[in-house]
C-alpha cells in the first residue's frame, strides 16, 4: 500500500510541475488547460492547450457597456521558451511528444494544422490555440480505442 500512494504522489507531482512551468504563459495572458487520460491509475496521455484572450469593451448604446472575452491571435514564438522546456520535463519523465497542432485560418479556412514533431514551433506563425500532447505507451492509446479487439495488438 506504501508503494501505490508513492506512485500516486508521483503522477501527482507530474501535473503539478506541469502546471507550474505553465504559469509563466499565464503571467503573460496566456490560458492554459490539461487533460489527462489516465490508464490503471496513472497519466497515460496529456494534452496541454494553450491560447490568449483579449477583453473587448461592447458599447450598445446608452449605458449599457459590459465585456466580452474572446481569443487572441498569438505567435508561436511568444510560447517557444515554456513548451521547449515542458518537451524536456515530460521527457525526462517518461512521456513522448505524440502530436502537436495549431488552430488558425489559413487560405480563408479555420480549422486545426498538425505541425512536424521535428519542428513543432515555426517562427512567425500565427495561432488562436497551441495543442500539444504526450504520450507514455502509444500501445495502450491503441488497445483504449480498439477496444475488446485489442488483445492481438503487439508493439
Known amino acids: ?9 508521483f503522477n501527482n507531482n507530474i501535473l503539478l510541475d506541469v502546471n507550474d512551468i505553465l504559469l509563466e504563459l499565464e503571467d503573460i495572458g496566456f490560458t492554459t488547460n490539461i487533460i489527462t487520460q489516465d490508464y490503471k491509475g496513472s497519466p497515460n ?20 457597456e459590459h465585456i466580452v472575452t474572446e481569443q487572441s491571435d498569438f505567435n508561436l514564438s511568444e510560447i517557444e521558451d515554456v513548451v521547449l522546456r515542458l518537451r524536456s520535463f515530460l521527457e525526462t519523465s517518461g512521456f513522448n511528444l505524440f502530436h502537436c497542432d495549431y488552430y488558425t485560418m489559413i487560405d480563408g479556412k479555420n480549422g486545426f494544422f498538425s505541425i512536424k514533431k521535428e519542428n513543432f514551433i515555426i517562427p ?6 497551441f495543442r500539444i500532447s504526450f504520450v507514455k505507451d502509444v500501445s495502450i492509446l491503441l488497445k483504449q480505442a480498439l477496444g475488446s479487439n485489442a488483445n492481438n495488438i503487439h508493439t
Open 124 to 129: 512567425n506563425l500565427i495561432a488562436d490555440e
Open 45 to 64: 496521455k496529456i494534452v496541454i492547450t494553450i491560447s490568449k484572450e483579449k477583453n473587448i469593451i461592447e458599447d450598445e448604446g446608452g449605458e449599457d
Open 1 to 9: 500500500m506504501r508503494y501505490l500512494k508513492i506512485f500516486e504522489d
